[in-house]
């Protein structure tokens, strides 16, 4: 069994560990609160565009743009986001979307240009010689709109120039407090929805798009795509703070369990310890007394 000392040394050591993950805890949280309400503020413009490319579509279905799907198109150069985290001590949250993008990387036979946000990303395919096209440095601790809004030219600029043919982004998506779920979306081009049957009776809209459809949607193409870059930084930015809280919380509960456990086996060494002193003094004594009664014989 440990010594005093140790056991000692050990319950400071967890102590100190505690103090940390607690302190990380705090932290994330309050960054948490932060993304969340930045996530709040923007969703309702991004999903109106949404709509409305979704309105666009639905009243010209046989328009014909770079952005839209062409059946007969072959799509065979492939652009890639990929977001990940600065950082560990977020549980499998950085596993688990490098695990779904080199799945992507291994499930295709196509050409394939890799767009990294975060270091651990850039770790993970400089260390397995993947090359990178473009590796966004700044830190994904503080997404903010303007860029979101240059890491979309940069992926535009090559698809408009016929570099690209196809854009994923590869993010962590916020199901709810408690889980995220790593997940693909296929940014451009965009689908064209499965045209339903309208009854007879529903009212139809008029639809005007001035100056032309061409123009409106070489503007609203490019904002949905930013605004969506932007609202996958902030989740992903919202769900790694998530997984740090949860990963620290379980840390300081662990911390907490460890430091219940020895100071129960300090307590039982230390009684040991008490109880061994007793008895050498009990037998010091006796042997005193027993000399002292010989030595009056």
């Not at 994904?140 to 854009?167: C, H, M, T």
Request: glycine share 4%.
């Amino acid at each position: 069994m440990a010594g005093l000392r140790e056991i000692q040394s050990r319950i400071k050591s967890i102590q100190d560990t505690r103090k940390i993950t607690n302190a990380m805890y705090m932290i994330s949280s309050t960054k948490m609160k932060k993304a969340k309400l930045a996530l709040e503020a923007t969703e309702p413009y991004f999903y109106t565009l949404q709509s409305t490319i979704a309105r666009i579509l639905r009243h010209l279905p046989e328009m014909e743009h770079l952005y839209f799907e062409k059946p007969d198109r072959k799509r065979t150069k492939i652009g890639l986001l990929v977001i990940t985290g600065d950082k560990g001590l977020a549980g499998a949250y950085n596993h688990n979307i490098l695990n779904l993008a080199q799945k992507f990387l291994d499930n295709t036979d196509n050409q394939v240009k890799l767009f990294i946000v975060g270091e651990l990303g850039r770790q993970y395919f400089t260390a397995r010689h993947i090359p990178i096209e473009e590796n966004f440095r700044y830190t994904v601790q503080s997404p903010n709109f303007n860029r979101a809004r240059w890491i979309s030219e940069k992926i535009l600029d090559q698809y408009r120039d016929g570099e690209l043919d196809e854009i994923h982004v590869i993010y962590t998506r916020m199901e709810n407090s408690m889980q995220s779920v790593p997940e693909d979306k296929m940014l451009l081009p965009i689908q064209r929805p499965s045209m339903a049957h309208i009854p007879a009776d529903v009212y139809q809209e008029e639809f005007f798009l001035i100056p032309s459809a061409e123009e409106a949607i070489d503007t609203i193409i490019p904002n949905y795509i930013t605004g969506f870059i932007y609202g996958a930084l902030v989740q992903a930015f919202y769900t790694v703070h998530n997984a740090r809280m949860i990963a620290m919380e379980a840390a300081t509960n662990n911390a907490d369990e460890l430091l219940r456990e020895l100071k129960i086996v300090y307590n039982r060494v230390r009684q040991a310890a008490i109880t061994q002193e007793i008895t050498e003094i009990c037998s010091g004594a006796k042997a005193q007394k027993k000399k002292m009664d010989e030595k009056r014989r």
